[in-house]
């Protein structure tokens, strides 16, 4: 029997799970779906990330002890993928006992190998990262990119884990191995592996972080909460000591998104190495969710909650959005609007009219009893063969991961269904009387609705499963079944029940998003706090040097009445090559003294390593113009 070992990132348990959390985890459910229809054996990790900095800070925050807060928020995480009906086949918790053994294990392991060391380390560093930055990471403001925080400068002697020796080896690895996907993926890997990598520091200071696993060979010191994370691929698999380890081990596939490429891709792989033991099998990375173009986190106070969202419209609903609208790898945007859409669209319109009409006439015309196949025309079998080979394609995409192209190519064998019932037209028949012919075509619909069900049941289980129950289906949910076109019982019930998909015709109250609109902690301000910013353009009619300031020039600007600025440009402008020149002015700055003189607004300038130029109108105007 063939076998695949699945896991997504255990989650930090310092906030309750949003839509991106949920996203990897419905997709790995739905893969592992799919891999079980296929009769493959499967083993579904996922958990909680219970250690580190983020844990503590938060916890001390909520007045908790961060025992008390792990606890909580991980089993809110399990309840949340138990609603969802997550089929993993184990939930690891990082406190485990276990875990945590195997982690000090490993360590010393290591340390005894050489490959830990001691030394004193000075850095930035980012806590929601969890970890030291190199230049690179930053924004131009010195920023983390991610988190949009300045991190912070922090020096202590720590236990390092040297990266660098391994570097050429894993280029070379991933270079030869089909290790990351999507590739472009594996082309950013392989470019910061072109840098020496700085030494990996494993280790914090119990003095300043207390929540983590003591190293065994240091009572000073706790485990970095990456190094013990990343373990928890091996221990949820019960490495060392299970018989069956390795034999998952050898099919693993992770699954996370872009913010965590670095720890999946560097440090994992040299860890393993290091260990002496095999990389995973693959690495597979997706994009993030955004909202209004920014990915939604808790960081950033934009989050949607899954579990409200599918209350309100529904599991399946969200599962079939999810897969159908981002594109593996990249980045997606989360609208209601859009969501809305592809419910009213493809699940109401397309796939459940199919259904609905299919089973109606089925109700009506044939006593709610699934028809006999009275010979097929060329027509039936033209359809017929168009639904195997989308169903093909869509095996094909969905192995690929494209998911949203499996999808695509799926509802195109959809649409052609509600066409092929059109031109059938099986009302018309019965009304002739032609009563065979009828039942012919509506089980031609039934058999491919029953396909289609099978096929979908990896990304709408639950709609999967009452469809096929109200056709009686009894056979094995199996792929195979998807291309047997005689799989129901002849005779048996076949029901419409109550509609799969309900169109959406409300479009979303306000009060109903369950988006957490905090614009103001990201950096961004509203077009009204702008608007406070009085810009006029203003025209320099004189210009001199303040006595014993160098960078300093007192000026006069028309805007339009006369004031008096003092502006720092001394080392860029000459005041003669000012006299006449429009600017652009700070109108309303509280008018401060500078070197004892008035200064009454501020001139804009751009600055860069080259040096400095002032911002001026395009073409000529009058002076106190507004700037909006
Ligand atoms: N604890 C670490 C992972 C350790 S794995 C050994 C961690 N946790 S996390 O809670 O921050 O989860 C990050 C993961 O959550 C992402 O890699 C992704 O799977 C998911 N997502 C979180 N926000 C997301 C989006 N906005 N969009 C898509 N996925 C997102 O990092």
């Not at 348990?13 to 790995?28: E, F, K, M, Q």
Request: aromatic share 12%.
């Amino acid at each position: 029997m063939m076998r695949i070992y699945l896991t997504t990132p255990i989650y930090y348990v310092n906030a309750y799970p949003h839509l991106g959390h949920a996203y990897t985890t419905l997709i790995v459910d739905g893969i592992a779906r799919f891999y079980r229809l296929k009769n493959w054996q499967v083993f579904f990790l996922t958990g909680t990330d219970e250690h580190g900095d983020k844990i503590q800070k938060t916890a001390k925050d909520k007045g908790l002890s961060p025992q008390a807060l792990v606890d909580e928020i991980s089993e809110s995480f399990k309840r949340t993928w138990d609603y969802f009906g997550i089929g993993y086949s184990r939930f690891i918790r990082t406190t485990e006992e276990t875990h945590k053994k195997t982690v000090q294990r490993v360590l010393q392991q290591l340390y005894e190998k050489g490959e830990i060391y001691q030394d004193e380390y000075e850095g930035l560093y980012c806590v929601g990262c969890e970890r030291f930055l190199t230049t690179k990471e930053l924004d131009e403001q010195g920023r983390c990119k991610d988190h949009q925080k300045t991190p912070e400068l922090i020096k202590e002697r720590n236990y390092f884990f040297n990266l660098e020796k391994y570097r050429s080896w894993l280029k070379d690895y991933i270079q030869k191995n089909d290790l990351i996907y999507p590739v472009f993926y594996k082309e950013e890997v392989l470019h910061m592996l072109e840098e020496e990598l700085p030494p990996l520091c494993i280790s914090r200071p119990k003095k300043r972080l207390e929540w983590g696993i003591e190293l065994p060979f240091d009572k000073d010191y706790v485990t970095y909460v990456w190094f013990d994370a990343l373990l928890n691929y091996l221990t949820g698999i019960g490495y060392p000591e299970d018989p069956n380890w390795e034999d998952w081990w050898k099919e693993s596939h992770h699954f996370i998104a872009k913010d965590i490429l670095k720890p999946h891709a560097v440090y994992w792989p040299i860890m393993l190495k290091a260990l002496g033991l095999p990389v995973y099998k693959k690495l597979f990375v997706h994009g993030y969710w955004l909202v209004d173009r920014l990915k939604m986190s808790k960081s950033l106070g934009n989050i949607v909650d899954p579990v409200t969202l599918s209350k309100t419209y529904g599991k399946d609903q969200l599962r079939y959005f999810l897969f159908r609208e981002m594109a593996f790898g990249y980045d997606a945007e989360f609208s209601f609007e859009a969501f809305i859409t592809r419910i009213n669209a493809d699940l109401a319109n397309d796939y459940g009219n199919l259904v609905y009409r299919t089973l109606n006439l089925t109700e009506k015309y044939f006593n709610s009893c699934v028809p006999p196949l009275n010979g097929l025309t060329e027509e039936d079998q033209a359809y017929l063969d168009m639904v195997k080979t989308a169903l093909e394609d869509y095996h094909k995409l969905f192995s690929e991961l494209q998911f949203h192209r499996a999808l695509e190519r799926l509802w195109e064998a959809i649409r052609e269904g509600n066409v092929y019932i059109d031109r059938q037209a099986p009302w018309s028949l019965i009304k002739k009387g032609e009563l065979d012919r009828a039942g012919t075509v509506l089980r031609v619909l039934l058999e491919v609705i029953k396909s289609f069900a099978i096929a979908l049941s990896p990304v709408m289980p639950e709609t999967s499963q009452i469809l096929l129950e109200n056709m009686s289906y009894e056979r094995p949910l199996s792929w195979e079944e998807v291309f047997n076109f005689k799989g129901l019982k002849e005779g048996a019930a076949a029901k419409k029940g109550k509609p799969l998909f309900p169109r959406i015709e409300d479009k979303p109250k306000e009060e109903e998003k369950v988006v957490e609109e905090k614009k103001e902690e990201t950096g961004f301000i509203s077009i009204d706090e702008f608007r406070k910013i009085d810009l006029r353009v203003g025209k320099i009619v004189a210009a001199e040097k303040v006595p014993n300031a160098d960078k300093l020039l007192r000026l006069e600007v028309l805007c339009p009445e006369k004031r008096q600025i003092v502006s720092g440009i001394a080392q860029y402008y000459q005041p003669e090559e000012l006299i006449g020149k429009e600017v652009i002015i700070v109108a309303n700055l509280k008018p401060s003294k500078i070197r004892g003189i008035l200064s009454e607004g501020m001139l804009l300038a751009a600055k860069d390593e080259k040096g400095l130029c002032l911002v001026t109108p395009e073409k000529e105007m009058a002076p106190g113009a507004k700037v909006s």
